[in-house]
């Protein structure tokens, strides 16, 4: 079963407007992390955010916010006033403490910001 | 501080053929990973280690061997290459998990079989 969904495969958005990329997870563990990777088009994965799982305060980061839902399994990602350089792969990943070391990715989301 | 080093960046293979990658990390981390990315499906764990000596299969293991002989060295090898075997290959390494730590990634290797 697929640990991370995310369901948007693509998604373009115009400069400067507001777009959200979803995230859901599935854990039977009580102890877990959630991270969002930003992969640019020269491909290399940086790290954005890491949560654990008895951390559910939402964070914002400039144009960058986090929500984190434990009701809903998600960790939902969204940008503020998007712009260009935003234009990357995103990928939401989870690790659980019962499965020690591997972290579980997501297909990805495709960000296109059309100037 | 490199971080996380991948050799080599590109490479072509004929099927049947041999390779080795090799990931390096100067930040002496304790676990490290190999991962595939195709498109569509985003990274898939090849194999991973948790120590010098140690390692262990991850979701798509078949047609791959790793070797963690030095902490900072994780090797994949690939004995008989297949077309199905063409990705991006990307190596990880992090804290062991007590510390909350991320996956510090490499730059990735590019490699494609014929």
């Known amino acids: 079963a697929q640990k991370v969904t995310q369901a948007q495969t693509e998604i373009s958005v115009v400069e400067k407007e507001d777009v959200t990329l979803d995230c859901v997870y599935e854990t039977r563990d009580t102890t877990y992390y959630l991270f969002w990777y930003k992969q640019p088009p020269s491909g290399e994965l940086v790290f954005l955010i890491r949560?654990?799982?008895?951390?559910?305060q939402n964070e914002i980061s400039g144009r960058y916010s986090w929500n984190f839902q434990k009701s809903t399994s998600s960790f939902n990602f969204t940008i503020t006033a998007s712009q260009v350089v935003d234009s990357a792969v995103y990928f939401c990943a989870l690790s659980e403490a019962v499965t020690g070391n591997q972290f579980y990715f997501g297909t990805g989301t495709s960000l296109t910001v059309i100037p | 501080n490199a971080g996380v080093t991948q050799t080599p960046k590109f490479r072509v293979l004929k099927t049947g053929q041999s390779m080795t990658l090799l990931c390096a990390q100067d930040?002496?981390?304790?676990?490290m990973y190999w991962y595939r990315q195709d498109p569509g499906m985003g990274l898939r764990l090849i194999h991973y280690?948790?120590?010098?000596?140690?390692?262990a299969k991850g979701e798509v293991p078949d047609g791959y061997n790793v070797s963690r002989l030095k902490k900072q060295n994780f090797l994949l090898g690939l004995e008989s290459a297949a077309p199905s075997q063409t990705s991006v290959y990307f190596c990880?390494?992090?804290?062991?998990?007590?510390?909350?730590?991320?996956?510090?990634f490499g730059q990735g290797t590019r490699l494609t079989v014929v």
């Open positions: 280690s948790v120590g010098e000596g140690t390692t």
């Open positions: 930040m002496n981390h304790e676990y």
């Open positions: 949560r654990n799982s008895f951390d559910e």
């Open positions: 990880a390494s992090s804290y062991p998990r007590a510390l909350n730590t991320e996956a510090f």
